[in-house]
């Protein structure tokens, strides 16, 4: 994958980094590929322990520090580091979902000023800061 000049944060949903992992580069829009190619490129731990959680009941193959590492090296991603207790404030006004992953990976975008690639159409009707 070219990378050019950084432009800006860009975290990216779990989905996206799971597809970025297995090379599925053609299930990404323009603008999200886009944004990859540009940016700096963090996930919220939400996205690892969710990976994690993934890795656990069978739905995919690798751990996430596997699937991490080998994002790291390949495109440069990191896992963000904001504080928890800001994230979680943050994260409780987000009433819209029920799903604790996509909340705090929400917020965590949120706290951070960063965007959130991603193709979850709930997170996008909810939070402007989605590219997709």
């Known amino acids: 994958m070219a990378r050019t000049a950084k432009s ?11 597809w970025l ?14 944004a990859i190619e540009t940016s700096l490129l963090q996930v919220s731990p939400m996205v690892q322990l969710e990976l994690s959680y993934l ?3 069978g739905r995919i193959n690798r751990s996430s520090v596997s699937i ?4 790291a090296l390949d495109v ?6 904001v504080s928890f207790a800001q994230v979680t404030k943050a994260a409780e006004a ?8 996509d909340r705090m990976i929400v917020a965590h975008c949120m706290v951070a000023g960063a965007v959130l690639v991603s193709k979850d159409a709930l997170i996008q009707q909810h939070f ?5």
């Open 8 to 18: 800006g944060v860009v975290h990216l949903d779990t989905h996206i980094v799971c």
């Open 68 to 71: 991490l590492e080998a994002l």
């Open 55 to 57: 890795h656990e009941i």
């Open 94 to 101: 987000l009433i819209w979902t029920r799903d604790p992953f």
């Open 76 to 81: 440069g991603l990191s896992v963000a580091d």
């Open 128 to 132: 402007s800061k989605v590219i997709w």
């Open 21 to 34: 992992y297995e090379g599925r580069t053609e299930l990404l829009t323009t603008a999200a590929m886009n």
